[in-house]
Nanobody, 124 residues
Framework: QVQLAESGGGSVQAGGSLKLSCRTS????????MAWFRQALGRSREGIAA????????YYASSVTGRFTIAQDNAKTTLYLQMNSLKPDDTAMYYC?????????????????WGQGTQVTVSS
């Protein structure tokens, strides 16, 4: 059973940084994808960063390129999202997701496994 659990959210002032973590378990293949999504109040869910674990390839939405970094620890048990130069528009619930099926890295559609989310609030 695949389980994902996010942590690290909180409140920060604009221009600050936060690092989110996502503990993963139950993924038995090395050929899987992981991603970070966010959903702000009243807005649709947005995919912001993706990682193909096998090759270490990454993809970022234009809204976070140059400010956010997706990475995984060497043990491949924890996914991270380093967020720098945060803006009030980054305020949202952040979710990690995983998919152990072949997929296009740049597509954020139909990830089957999800965490419960962690709230990030950026004040001006």
């Amino acid at each position: 059973q695949v389980q994902l659990a996010e942590s690290g959210g909180g409140s920060v002032q604009a221009g600050g940084s936060l690092k989110l973590s996502c503990r993963t378990s139950g993924l038995t293949s090395s050929h899987y994808f992981m991603a970070w999504f966010r959903q702000a109040l009243g807005r649709s869910r947005e995919g912001i960063a993706a990682l193909y674990v096998d090759l270490g390839e990454t993809y970022y939405a234009s809204s976070v390129t140059g400010r956010f970094t997706i990475a995984q620890d060497n043990a491949k048990t924890t996914l991270y999202l380093q967020m720098n130069s945060l803006k009030p528009d980054d305020t949202a619930m952040y979710y990690c997701a995983a998919d152990d099926r072949p997929r296009r890295l740049s597509s954020f559609e139909k990830y089957p496994y999800w965490g419960q989310g962690t709230q990030v609030t950026v004040s001006s």
